[in-house]
């Protein structure tokens, strides 16, 4: 656009001056004539270029304005599907992220892949029932792979018309680079027992709707295995009670099964998840109405005590070991017994978030493992 116009001011100016220039030789001369000439040649021109700006195809400036950008040049993957499930497009990122990607098939046949590479698919079958039942429903999760990927998927409304866009994203590296190896599979554990269970399918109706989402939002702060806060919401209310303590001392411990691995490798999984029911169980009836319990993953606890001094979480502390180490766990025809390492630090005053506490009980812990498990270990102690 900006060229045309600098022709069209060109053409003005030249015509204009050849026109000055016929005007000032005087009339009857044959260069008079020949100036004349060519400026209504040029007038024309600068006509024919005026005409063409006045009927250029609006949508073309339009079109220029819009961002075009290309979907295979996004980081993460990206599908459409239809009201039906029906998959209308999907970027490279996807089609490489997805098990057997067939553009044939629907939302559901798609991510079957996925899912049967899950602990436990039920809970992502729901989820994606529930979301094509719901066509206003947006909806985050983790998919804790057996392969060890971790896939994010978020899914939203597209239109009015009942197209949805899904959003993949592989975060495996960012699990990696928050946790140690040791440490990496218990979170994956962890981040696959997060993922909230769903009860029911959502209806079009308003009133249930909001109602399945209030359900949604209940379980998604919760362990699905234990029943206890997940790590997100432990955290949470974590937060929230440092915020509100005025002259409250506030304690935290962090619980640890031992050798937890080689319950899982000798009694097999299953056995491992009956042990760790039975210690949020004993960890739970411990705390009691002292403070709040969560799973921060895999095999690791934690609690956090508001109003108690020193000596009560200690006591706390060593009735909850106590407790565990005389527990049976009966699993079919197993039985076994196993034992705890506890960390325990105070929340300081002027620390701004619950974290500093987390962290020091988290050293304590360790320090206990390394002074040979089953034991309670204060931080003051761990660090003289």
Known sequence: MAKLDIAKAFLGLASFTLFLLGRGLGAGTTLDLTFFVAGLILLGGLFVLTLCGILRTPGSDRSRGKLLLDPDRLPDGVLVSGVDGKVLGANTVAQRLITNFDPGHDIKKLFDGWHRELGDRSQADQVVDAVLASPDIQFSELLNLKDGRVIERNTRPLDDEGKRIWFLRDITH????????????????????????????????????EAKQAELRRLANTDSLTGLLNRRRFTSRGEETVAGAKNTEIWVIMMDIDFFKRINDTYGHAAGDVAIKDFANIVKTC?????????????????????????????????????????????????????????VAQWMPDEVTIEPALDRADQALYSAKAYGRNRVVGFEYATA
């Open 287 to 343: 705390v009691g109405e002292k403070g709040f319990v969560g799973r921060m993953g895999g095999e690791e606890f934690a609690a956090i005590l508001a109003g108690s001094g020193m000596h009560d979480a200690i006591r706390l502390a060593e009735d909850i070991r106590r407790q565990t180490a005389k527990h049976q766990t009966v699993c079919e025809a197993e039985k076994f017994r196993f034992t705890t390492s506890i960390g």
């Open 174 to 209: 960012v699990q990696q680079a928050n946790h140690d190896s040791a440490m990496h599979q218990s979170m994956v554990e962890a981040d696959a027992a997060r993922t909230a269970e769903l009860a029911e399918q959502l209806y079009h109706a308003k009133a249930e709707l």
